[in-house]
Each structure stands twice: as C-alpha cells, then as structure tokens.
C-alpha cells in the first residue's frame, strides 16, 4: 500500500484514490488509535460529501465511538467545535481549495490540530495491518445531527468589535461558508453583499481556489459597487483572498506580511511561522516590528500550525490565504481571518490598499509542472544533486520542503505537491527579470528531470 495521508490527510479522485472503502477504515483506523469514543464530523457542499460521511460513520461506529454530525460547515468550525464540543477526534470532508472531482478526510484532534505525520504513519499502519478494534454489537457507536453552527459564528462576531459599516462583498464560491461568512459580518455591522453563496459541490460560479484568475467577477464587482474590499473563500473556507477598494486582487504574500506586521506591532513584537515558499518581505515587516520569523516550515498547514504550538508563536500562515490565529484555535481560519483584518483597517484608520502599502513588494513566479504522484519525489530527487551546478551558485541550499536555493538576486524553491500530482516552482527576485530568469532555469531543469524520472 502507498502512502495515504499527504500534507492535508487523505485526499484523492472520489472512488478512484479515494472510495467509501478507505473512508470506512479511516474511521475504524481513527477510532482504534485514539480509543475514541466521541467523534464530530463535517462537510464541505462537495457532491462526494455525503457518500464518503455514510462510510467515515460506518467504520467510527463499528469501532464503538459515537458521532456528532454537524452538516456542512468550513473547516475551522469543525476544528473549533471538535474542542467545543469535548470530542476525542473530528472529521472534515473537504478537498479544500481542489476541483469537485476530489475529495478529502482531514483529522483533527481535541485541541484543534490536525493529525501530525506520526499519528497518520500509525493509521496507515493500522489499516495496513487490518488491525482494528472492532466493537462489541453491544457497544457499537451511535450517529446523530446536531446544528451546532452558530457557536462558530458567535466565535466571528467575538472577535471584532467594528464601528464602521464596511462594505463588504463576500465571495463564498458555493463552498462550505456560504451561510456563516455573510452571516457574521452582517451580525458586525458591515453592509455586505453575498456572491455565489447557494451552497454547489461542482463549484459552478468559480473555481474553487481564490486566486487573482478565479476572482476576476468578484474584483469588477467591489469596483461597480463602491465597497471597501471584497473577501472569497476556498471550498472549505480554511482560506481567505481579498480584493481592494479599486477592485485589484491583493497579493497573498503582502496581505500574509501587512498582517503580521499588524500583529506585532500591536503586541510589542513575537515570534512568527510561515514557511519555505513565503515572500522575504514576511521578514522584512517582522523584523521591522520587533518580531521574527523563528520558522520556515514545510509547506502545510499542520506544519505552520504545529510551529506556532510549538514556538508559543503569535501568528503565522501560508502564502496561499490560510491563517492561523493561535489565541482562537490552530487551524487556518478564512472566515476569522476576514473578520480580524476588518479590525486591523479600523484600528490603523486605513483602506486595505493603505494597509498593503507599507509591505516592499519583490516579484514572486510560481508555475505547476504536472507529474505523476509515483514519479514526482524521485525527480525532485534529482533535481537536488543538479540544481546549484546548473545554477552556478554557491547560494544557500535548504531541503526541508523541496529543494529552495538561495541566490544573490532571489530564491527558487522547487517541490513536489502533497494533494496533487504536480511540481510546483515558487521563485521570487529583486525584479522581475531577474525571477523571470530564475524561473526560466528551473522549469527547464524541472522539465528535463521530469522526463528522466
């Protein structure tokens, strides 16, 4: 058996790499490992959901642990609730920000974290093994709903106290925030304007990762009507892009370092996570703000998440919109996130683009290489024992995520997706010809290698 869990948990082509079958024993396996007897589990609107929760369900039940259905809600409530509700274990169904064809088991434990690679090593060694505990017919586990979502959003509307009635244009895109984003910022006193907020699990209105390509309706539509900013979420809400008052799509790097500057600066300085693939401008705020980057994880959140618990970190993410506020919770919190940044406009008495503006902007290149998932770490692989000759660089070489070297003029860092079978090449340089010329040397050494592999 190959490898299940990758840096998201199991993820996979429904009923290809993952079938109901796999989703069963990923209960049973849970449950036996954790001697779980309570158990939540949730959904993202992924038409798979309600399919591969049946089985999650039978295999929880079988091992004796009753559960708690919440139905579809984002990621981070289920995280939330999994703690709220005292539960030994919870479950999220979600491919997060992957096409409708995918779909996902994310584990959580009762402090908000993910499952870490040695808890999903001992799961796949259950499963391997067929080694589950299974109940007694007299002890096996119960199933119910509860609609406990609203504790999620009391949570939203805790976290900010705004006096401004921002104008707010709130992209759901059909995913599992549909309901509690534009509901908690309207409990806040903003004006908000929903979009694509009918839940639909084949993401019809926009893909379901929010990126400048995928926003472009979203960033006309905060332009015609004149709001403060626009916010979009990815399928299962543990991600957050922003648009500005003139309608232009935020770079995720500077919005990832103006928030950490934010942070510190209100607290008198900390430490901070994010990791390999993050702009230096992340450094650059902390470090102006008397903080410090104490870690560049390996690209994940459970690895940023698992930093921040470890470094007693304030605040850290990922250049793709997750962000994780320890003092709430650990996992990566769209939704929270959205409402936290409203705050930090008010309290600077600043747009989003004024609070932008401070961040130096380096240019950053990222480009996808497809590759087979059997193939992908053997070619990177081979790429490191090439990459500072074809570079002719003595530059710095780090490995714990990929491969990222350092240049004079900027980085490259070069890895093999978790979720999908891809190489992805991040490069950032002083300019843009100097990233362009980055980038052209490593794809063309991607490439090559790819076809070697």
Same mark, same amino acid.
């Given at each position: 058996?190959?490898?299940?869990?990758?840096?998201?948990? +199991?993820?996979?082509?429904?009923?290809?790499?993952?079938?109901?079958?796999?989703?069963?024993? +990923?209960?049973?396996?849970?449950?036996?490992?954790?001697?779980?007897?309570?158990?939540?589990?949730?959904?993202?609107?992924?038409?798979?959901?309600?399919?591969?929760?049946?089985?999650?369900?039978?295999?929880?039940?079988?091992?004796?642990?009753?559960?708690?259905?919440?139905?579809?809600?984002? $990621?981070?409530?289920?995280?939330?609730?999994?703690?709220?509700?005292?539960?030994?274990?919870?479950?999220?169904?979600?491919?997060?920000?992957?096409?409708?064809?995918? =779909?996902?088991?994310?584990?959580?434990?009762?402090?908000?974290?993910?499952?870490?690679?040695?808890?999903?090593?001992?799961?796949?060694?259950?499963?391997?093994?067929?080694?589950?505990?299974?109940?007694?017919?007299?002890?096996?586990?119960?199933?119910?709903?509860?609609?406990?979502?609203?504790?999620?959003?009391?949570?939203?509307?805790?976290?900010?106290?705004?006096?401004?009635?921002?104008?707010?244009?709130?992209?759901?895109?059909?995913?599992?925030?549909?309901?509690?984003?534009?509901?908690?910022?309207?409990?806040?006193? %903003?004006?908000?304007?929903?979009? =694509?907020?009918?839940?639909?699990?084949?993401?019809?209105?926009?893909?379901?990762?929010?990126?400048?390509?995928?926003?472009?309706?979203?960033?006309?539509?905060?332009?015609?009507?004149?709001?403060?900013?626009?916010?979009?979420?990815?399928?299962?809400?543990?991600?957050?892009?922003?648009?500005?008052?003139?309608?232009?799509?935020?770079?995720?790097?500077?919005?990832?370092?103006?928030? +950490?500057?934010?942070?510190?600066?209100?607290?008198?300085?900390?430490?901070?996570?994010?990791?390999?693939?993050?702009?230096? %401008?992340?450094?650059?705020?902390?470090?102006?703000?008397?903080?410090?980057?104490?870690?560049?994880?390996?690209?994940?959140?459970?690895?940023?998440?698992?930093?921040?618990?470890?470094?007693?970190?304030?605040?850290?993410?990922?250049?793709?919109?997750?962000?994780?506020?320890?003092?709430?919770?650990? %996992?990566?919190?769209?939704?929270?996130?959205?409402?936290?940044?409203?705050?930090?406009?008010?309290?600077?008495?600043?747009?989003?683009?004024?609070?932008?503006?401070?961040?130096?902007?380096?240019?950053?290149?990222?480009?996808?290489?497809?590759?087979?998932?059997?193939?992908?770490?053997?070619?990177?692989?081979?790429?490191?024992?090439?990459?500072?000759?074809?570079?002719?660089?003595?530059?710095?070489?780090? $490995?714990?995520?990929?491969?990222?070297?350092?240049?004079?003029?900027?980085?490259?860092?070069?890895?093999?997706?978790?979720?999908?079978?891809?190489?992805?090449?991040?490069?950032?340089?002083?300019?843009?010809?100097?990233?362009?010329?980055?980038?052209?040397?490593?794809?063309?050494?991607?490439?090559?290698?790819?076809?070697?592999?």
């Amino acid at each position: 058996m190959g490898k299940l869990f990758g840096s998201s948990g +199991v993820r996979g082509l429904v009923n290809s790499a993952l079938t109901p079958q796999l989703a069963c024993k +990923v209960g049973l396996a849970v449950a036996t490992h954790a001697k779980a007897k309570k158990a939540v589990v949730a959904r993202d609107t992924r038409v798979s959901g309600l399919m591969l929760e049946d089985a999650l369900v039978a295999g929880l039940n079988a091992a004796g642990a009753d559960v708690s259905l919440l139905g579809v809600v984002p $990621t981070p409530a289920l995280a939330y609730l999994t703690r709220g509700l005292r539960a030994d274990v919870g479950f999220m169904l979600t491919a997060s920000h992957n096409p409708p064809e995918y =779909n996902g088991i994310k584990v959580f434990s009762g402090d908000t974290l993910s499952y870490t690679e040695q808890s999903q090593t001992a799961l796949e060694q259950i499963i391997t093994d067929n080694s589950f505990a299974l109940a007694d017919w007299r002890g096996i586990g119960k199933a119910r709903s509860l609609n406990v979502g609203y504790a999620y959003v009391e949570l939203l509307k805790q976290a900010a106290k705004l006096r401004k009635p921002w104008r707010v244009v709130v992209d759901a895109g059909c995913g599992a925030t549909f309901h509690v984003a534009p509901a908690a910022l309207n409990a806040l006193g %903003c004006k908000v304007t929903a979009v =694509n907020a009918q839940p639909d699990g084949y993401f019809p209105a926009r893909k379901s990762e929010p990126t400048a390509e995928s926003l472009t309706s979203l960033a006309e539509t905060v332009k015609a009507l004149g709001a403060d900013l626009g916010v979009a979420f990815d399928g299962d809400g543990d991600r957050v892009a922003f648009i500005d008052e003139e309608g232009v799509f935020v770079d995720f790097d500077r919005a990832l370092a103006a928030y +950490v500057a934010y942070t510190l600066k209100k607290r008198g300085g900390g430490k901070v996570v994010t990791t390999v693939e993050a702009s230096m %401008c992340v450094e650059t705020m902390a470090e102006r703000y008397g903080g410090k980057v104490v870690e560049r994880t390996k690209v994940g959140d459970i690895y940023v998440s698992e930093a921040i618990k470890r470094h007693g970190a304030v605040f850290g993410g990922e250049p793709c919109g997750a962000w994780v506020h320890p003092r709430f919770h650990y %996992c990566p919190d769209g939704p929270l996130s959205a409402v936290l940044l409203l705050q930090a406009l008010e309290n600077e008495g600043k747009s989003l683009r004024e609070f932008i503006a401070e961040v130096p902007q380096y240019m950053t290149l990222r480009e996808n290489i497809k590759c087979k998932n059997e193939l992908k770490y053997k070619a990177v692989s081979k790429i490191e024992k090439t990459l500072t000759t074809a570079f002719g660089s003595s530059g710095k070489l780090s $490995t714990v995520d990929g491969i990222r070297l350092a240049l004079k003029n900027g980085w490259l860092l070069i890895r093999a997706s978790g979720t999908e079978p891809l190489i992805r090449l991040t490069v950032e340089g002083e300019s843009l010809k100097a990233a362009q010329d980055i980038m052209s040397k490593g794809t063309a050494l991607v490439k090559a290698n790819v076809g070697a592999a």
